[in-house]
C-alpha cells in the first residue's frame, strides 16, 4: 500500500483502456468508470448504479440509478457541470431495492459517501450497501449555466452541436459533431467555477474502490488507482476477464509526476484559501468545514 | 492507520467481564429510536452479549428508578409541564457517564416542537424542549429515527472508549469527536442550519446527500443546489449532519475500509 500526501492510500496505479470497443466509442478517456459498472452488474457483484445520466437540457447531467447496460452507457463521457449524484443513495436501496449499490462520482461525492458510511445519520440500510464506488479526478466544477457561458459566450458553440468537452493541456475543449474545435484558456474559465471547490482537498478521488481520470495517462487512455480491498477484488477480476489494456503507469508519459503535480496544486491552492476564510473581511470568519 | 493494526492484534485481550452500562431513557419520542436499537437484530444480542448490560429500559428491563450508567441513550424530547419527565433528565444526567442524544427528538426536538398541546388526556402538555436545552449533553446521535447503525457505531465507540486499551481509546475518541462537536453545537437543527453553515458560506458542492437523507423529501435541488421546502421540514437536523461539508473528520472517515472491518469483527 503506498501513501502519499496528495494521492491519498493505493495498492496500484496502472494506465489502462477498455477492450470493450463499444464502450470506447463514446468514453470520456478510457472507458474505464463504464467499463467497471457494466462488468460489475453482469457478475452480480452490483444490482445497479448510480451514474451521471442525461439530464432535461444538453450538457446538462442528472443522477439516474441505471439497472442496465444500456442505461449504464447512456451515462457516458464528463459533464463539467454539477450532478447530485449522492442524492439517489439511500432511494437507490429503497425505491430501487438494491442491495449492492454502484456509483460514479467526483471526488466530494465519495466523501460523502464514506461518510454515509461511518456516520449514517439518516441512512439506514446504507452501510453495507455499497459495493463498487468509482471516483472520478476532479480539479474543479462548474454550476450548468457557467457551462453555458463558457461554451455558448467564450468558445462560441451551441450547447446542443457539442459533442464532447475535456479539460486539459491548460485548456477547456469543445469538440462539436461537425468537427470544429474551440478552445478557452483555463484562466477565463477560473470565475466560473462553483465556489464550494475551492476548499475541496482531493483531486483524485482518495476514497474511491477505484479512481481514474485522464490526467497522466496518454489520450484515450486513463489512469487507474486501485485503492481498497473491493476495489482490488473487482479490477484483478476484471483483469482476468480481459476488460482492459494495461501499461505500467511507470512506461507512459506523462505519468503520475504530472498527476501529483496538479494535485498539489490543487491542494496547496485550496489549503491557502481555507487559511484566507479565517481572515476573510465580512467582520466575521468564514467556516473551516474540516475545523 | 498503525492504530487499527495494532487493535487487530490486541483483540483478543477483550475482557466480557467489563462490560459497560447502557441504558434506554424514554421521553417524549414515538419509540422509533428503540425499534432501530432493536433492528440491529442480531448484532444488538451480540452487544448485549460481550460488551454492554442493559440495566435500564422502559419496555425491555424491570427497573423503575434511574440506575448509575455509563451510556444513557435518550430517546424524546423533555415535556416541560411534566415534572416527572424533567426529573428524570436531570437524574439521568447526575447517574450517566455519557449522555447520548438518541434521535432528533433529543438532539433538536424534532417533531415534538410542533406540538400545540391539547392532546387527550394532557391537553396542557404543549412545551417540548430537547433535552441538551436541560442538561449538558455527550454525544448526538441525529436522525428520525437515527439509523441502526449509528447506534451500533457509538454504542461500540463507547465500549471501546471506556474499556478498550490505548489504542482502542484513541480511536473512539476520534470517531465520536465530531458526533460530541454536534451536541456543542446547539439545540437545534433543521434546514436553516444547511443555509447557515453550508450553502450560505459557499461551502456547498451539490453532493445531494441532504437530499437523501431528508426523511419527509423537504429537499429539491434548484440549479444542482439544494433547497428547503421550510413548511415541510420536521427540523431533525439530518441533513446537516450527513453533508460533508458540515464536518468530515480526516481522522476517521479515510479509514472506511478498516473500521467497518473492525466493527463487523467486533460483531462477529
Ligand atoms: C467535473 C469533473 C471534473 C473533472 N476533472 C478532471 C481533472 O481535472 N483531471 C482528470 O484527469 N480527470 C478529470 N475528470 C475525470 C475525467 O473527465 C473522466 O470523467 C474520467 O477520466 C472517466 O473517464 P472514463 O472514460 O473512464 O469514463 P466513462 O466511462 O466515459 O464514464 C463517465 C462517468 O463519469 C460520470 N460523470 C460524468 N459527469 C459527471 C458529473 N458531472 N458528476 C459526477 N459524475 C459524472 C458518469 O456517471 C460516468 O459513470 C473530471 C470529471 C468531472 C465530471
Ligand atoms: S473540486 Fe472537489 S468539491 Fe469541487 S466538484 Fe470536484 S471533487 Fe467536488
Ligand atoms: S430539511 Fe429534512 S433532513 Fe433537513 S432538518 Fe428538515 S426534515 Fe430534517
Ligand atoms: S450535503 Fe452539503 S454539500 Fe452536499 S448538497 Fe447538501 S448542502 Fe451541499
Redesign the pocket.
Known sequence: MVSDPYLGKYMTCVSARSTDKE?LK??????????L?VYALEQGIIDGAI??GEGDRPWQ?RPFVAMSRKDILK?????????P?ISWLKEATRSFGLDRVGV???CC?MQAVRKAQLYPINMRDVPDKIALAVG??????FPYDSIQALVEDHANQSLSSVKKME?GKGKFWVHTERGNVATVPLKDTHKYEQPGCHVCLDYVSNLGDIS????GSPDGW??VFIRTKVGNDIWSKAIDADLFETKPIEEVKPGLELVTK?AKEKIDKNRKTLEERRNFGVNKALRDPYA | MELLKKMKTTKEAKPVANKIKIGHVHLSGCTGDLVSIADNYLGFIKILDDYADLVYGLTLVDVRHIPEMDVALVEGSVCIEDRESVEEIRETRKKSKMVVALGSCACYGNITRFCRGGQHNQPQHESFLPIGDLIDVDVYIPGCPPSPELIRNVTIMAYLLLQGNEDQKVLADKYLKPLMALAKRGTTGSFGDLMYDVINQGLCIACGICAASCPVRAITLEFGKPQGQRDLCIKCGSCYGACPRSFFNFDVIPEFEAISELIADVLK
Open positions: 464502450i463514446k468514453a470520456q478517456d478510457g472507458g474505464i468508470a463504464t467499463t459498472m451514474v451521471a447531467p451515462a457516458q463521457g464528463a459533464k463539467y457541470n454539477i450532478s449524484q460514479t462520482g467526483v461525492q472520478l479526478f476532479c480539479m474543479v466544477n479539460i481514474t481520470g485522464s490526467v486513463s489512469t496538479l
